[in-house]
């Protein structure tokens, strides 16, 4: 019986949180078109956010791109298609892995770090003071870093996509001697306007993903060191978790539209 | 000390706050007036911070009145409360500097939207410089608050409560954490900013010895109500042994 009251006070709690992200993502589309809009802060968070994650991303993309190419390698070459090798490839990669894993990524590297940091914020009155100061701190603090998440991703993912090809490509010269013009040539002949659109759309709300689960569990975080590491930890899962939810209905949504 | 000409310039009345089945405030009021030093005194978790904060606008007490100089904060829109806060200087527990910015940037940042509420204002930079000469640490004015001892932090938040020239300043534990020697310099520091551009400070603390030397008048909160009000020199001398029990060194 007790097991069962502890389960069901969890759903409670969970669909309590999901009611009050809502209302902080509504908050969060309130005050975004109200003056004064903080635009050096938003700067600065761009800044920080796209240029800390880049070598990251740049890192893991060739990786990615160098792996992958290795492993389906043999198999395309059972099959005798390893001429489609670059195809398949970009259309992987763009579609659907480059997205991805920038974004989860960027979950770890950009979502934990909002969480951690506005944590921080609050357990040391920060906010708090910013508030007394007769500044809107959700405004500064929250509106700015959702925005700055929800541009800076689909760059970063465009920075990831090429990046994984080049590493791609590189292998492909390497083992089957293909040039790296006709790789390219390739990769642009195959990829059309409904492989780059929907991929490109669903970064954006990767993005806004990533800066409102990060901003929330930040901005409520309990108090106390415990309460910045849950913040910082839960930012990251919560994070994760609905990013493959945004996908799987983008990927839906792709279908109905472009027909994939 | 006789409050009767002097100008009231922030009351309270019949606060109640709870959170959850904890009732924090159960009917607290003060008032105080121009010029004056209202010491707060109350054991830990007597709600002395969550008054405070209710002062303000950080917490939404359950009930009761909270009169600025003369407007209540209660029903006043979100713009209104922002003008009205500069009015108020606010020394957090922890000094709360913001941690990524330097010193010059934590003065700043009040000024940033509210430079016109400055009679005379010569500019951020000087600003600045002014208010980091009122607590003799203009050489830090490009070091990381992590850079400073704790001391100096408070000196810094002090720096920044005054930067908007307040007229009501809050003290939230202003010695707490602080070495006997450190606290008394803050303890002057705050008599000399009360001298120099006659605020009325409310200070909450549970330090004896700033109460006796700052004080011009005390309030004792226990289980959420003023349980008594006096000078020093009175609630030092009851005979109520809740009372005295505060005094005990």
Redesign the interface.
């Known amino acids: 019986m007790s097991k069962s009251i502890s389960f069901l006070n969890r759903i409670k709690l969970f669909f309590a949180e999901i009611g009050d992200m809502t209302f902080f993502a509504g908050r969060f589309f309130k005050e975004v078109f109200k003056k004064p809009y903080e635009l050096k802060e938003l700067l600065r968070q761009c800044y920080n956010m796209g240029n800390r994650s880049l070598l990251l991303v740049i890192v893991t993309g060739f990786i990615i791109g160098l792996v992958f190419t290795l492993q389906s390698r043999p198999t395309l070459t059972d099959f005798g298609a390893v001429s489609w090798m670059p195809s398949m490839i970009s259309v992987s990669i763009v579609r659907e892995i480059g997205p991805v894993i920038v974004a989860l990524i960027c979950a770890g590297r950009i979502g934990s770090g909002i969480g951690a940091e506005l944590g921080s914020m609050k357990v040391t009155e920060q906010i708090d003071a910013m508030e007394v100061s007769g500044t809107n701190p959700f405004k500064y603090l929250v509106v700015t870093r959702i925005f700055a998440v929800t541009l800076m991703l689909p760059l970063l993912v465009i920075v990831g996509d090429a990046v994984a090809l080049v590493g791609s490509a590189m292998v492909e010269n390497m083992k089957g001697g293909v040039s790296y013009t006709l790789y390219f040539n390739k990769v642009f002949d195959t990829l059309s306007f409904s492989d780059i659109l929907p991929a490109t759309v669903k970064t954006i709300f990767f993005g806004f993903a990533i800066g409102l689960v990060g901003t929330y569990k930040g901005y409520n975080c309990a108090k106390g060191t415990v309460g910045v590491g849950d913040a910082s930890n839960t930012a990251v899962v919560y994070t994760s978790m609905l990013l493959f939810i945004i996908d799987f209905i983008a990927v839906f949504v792709s279908d109905i539209f472009f027909e994939i | 000390m006789n409050n009767e000409n002097k100008k009231l310039v922030l009351e309270l009345k019949d606060i109640h706050k709870s959170f959850g089945n904890n009732h924090v405030l159960k009917g607290f009021s003060l008032k105080l007036y121009e010029g004056e030093n209202l010491v707060i005194m109350g054991k830990s978790g007597s709600g002395k911070s969550v008054m405070v904060?209710c002062l303000?606008?950080?917490v939404q007490p359950d009930s009761g009145r909270i009169m600025i100089n003369g407007q209540n904060i209660i029903t006043m829109g979100?713009k209104e409360l922002?003008?009205l806060?500069?009015e108020?200087g606010?020394l957090?527990?922890?000094s709360?500097?913001?941690?990524?910015m330097t010193v010059r940037e934590n003065l700043e940042?009040?000024l940033?939207?509210?430079k016109d509420k400055i009679e005379n204002f010569e500019g951020t930079e000087a600003a600045v410089k002014q208010a980091l000469e009122s607590v003799g640490l203009l050489n830090t004015i490009d070091l990381m608050p992590d850079e400073l001892s704790g001391g100096m932090q408070r000196r810094i938040a002090l720096a920044?409560a005054l930067i908007?020239k307040p007229k009501i300043i809050m003290y939230d534990e202003p010695t707490t954490g602080l070495d006997p020697i450190t606290a008394n310099e803050i303890i002057e520091l705050m008599r000399n900013i009360q001298k120099k551009y006659n605020t009325s400070s409310l200070i909450i603390t549970h330090d004896v010895d700033c109460a006796r030397v700052i004080s011009n008048r005390m309030i004792l909160l226990v289980d959420g109500i003023n349980y008594a009000e006096g000078t020093y020199e009175q609630l030092s001398n009851s005979s109520d042994p809740q009372i005295r029990a505060f005094f005990k060194n």
Not at chain 2, 96 to 100: E, Q
């Open positions: 904060k303000v606008g950080l979100q922002d003008f806060r500069t108020i606010f957090f527990q922890g709360a500097l913001y941690d990524s940042f009040p940033r939207r509210h920044r908007l």
